[in-house]
């Protein structure tokens, strides 16, 4: 267990408040494919390469971005609390790397297909975020960066005519949780990321105290309050949140501070 100390940043460890806009894109209306080329772009000038390391356990996820209502933002999910590991908590899809898989970025393509229904070919990757950190249970989480179409490319895979236009939107009745490992997938939009309401400052790691934003989404699910409450003397990184909330926290919510840091929305 770790103390309370390392679990409220203190005024002079918090993250400074997030921009209300990106140079990049925007946070309110739909991602183009010019959007996407620009994030593409910042990515990969933020990106420092992480070697492979062949004796380390992986794991790999996708952060998926994609228009849902016409509202830019990254979809999520929340693990069934019946799941051994990490049940009840906000996460992207994705999982451990298996011998089959190809590389690290098919790993988290066949997971995202296996949790959310999301077929490879729906998925325009647009860059990775790191360096890759490992998780509590000692796996190196390795992050990738796509957008979510609506359909899958088959044909010219993620063309347009105007790449101005918004890209079609995602329904969220035409993805299929997995029974056995996921609870709700909800749509998070980027407005969101930057509402004082939602955000509460945090200190990831308590060997790592780096200060970052945690989001609430309690009322983003049903019974999120409720159903999903924690130990306030839990293990960090371990739960649904903290005084009962539901939260993107943990690895999870240090890798949207990340990736919105690399967007110039998080400073």
């Known amino acids: 267990m770790i103390s309370r100390a390392f679990t409220t940043a ?36 933020s990106s420092t390469p992480f070697p492979e390391n062949s004796s380390e356990t992986c794991a790999s996820v996708l952060i998926p971005f994609c228009n849902v209502d016409d509202k830019p933002g990254i979809l999520l999910e929340v693990r069934d609390k019946k799941m051994r590991n990490h049940s009840g908590e906000v996460s992207f ?11 690290l970025l098919a790993a988290a393509l ?8 999301i077929l490879p070919d729906q998925v325009e ?32 895979p993620f063309s347009s005519s105007d790449p ?28 969101e990321l930057v509402n004082p309401l939602r955000l509460r400052p945090h200190l990831f790691r308590s060997d790592i ?27 960090d990184e371990i739960g649904g949140g903290r005084d009962g909330r539901l939260e993107v926290w943990g690895l999870t919510g240090w890798y949207v501070n990340l990736v919105m840091n690399a967007l110039k929305v998080y400073q």
């Open 10 to 45: 203190s005024k002079s460890t918090l993250p400074l408040p997030p921009r209300p806009s990106s140079p990049y894109f925007s946070l309110t209306s739909p991602l183009t494919q010019a959007s996407l080329a620009n994030i593409r772009n910042a990515l990969s000038a």
């Open 93 to 103: 899809p994705g999982g451990r790397v298996d011998k089959e898989d190809k590389s």
């Open 110 to 117: 066949r997971e995202t297909h296996e949790e959310v229904g």
């Open 125 to 156: 990757i647009l860059g990775q975020i790191g360096p890759p950190t490992v998780s509590l249970s000692g796996m190196r989480v390795w992050p990738y960066v796509g957008f979510i179409h609506a359909s899958s490319q088959t044909t010219s």
């Open 164 to 191: 101005t236009l918004p890209l079609p939107c995602l329904s969220m009745s035409s993805l299929t949780p997995s029974q056995s490992e996921v609870a709700h997938i909800f749509h998070l939009p980027f407005s």
């Open 209 to 235: 105290q780096r200060p970052y934003w945690a989001i609430t989404v309690s009322d983003m699910i049903e019974g999120g309050s409720a159903e999903w409450s924690n130990d306030e003397d839990q293990m």
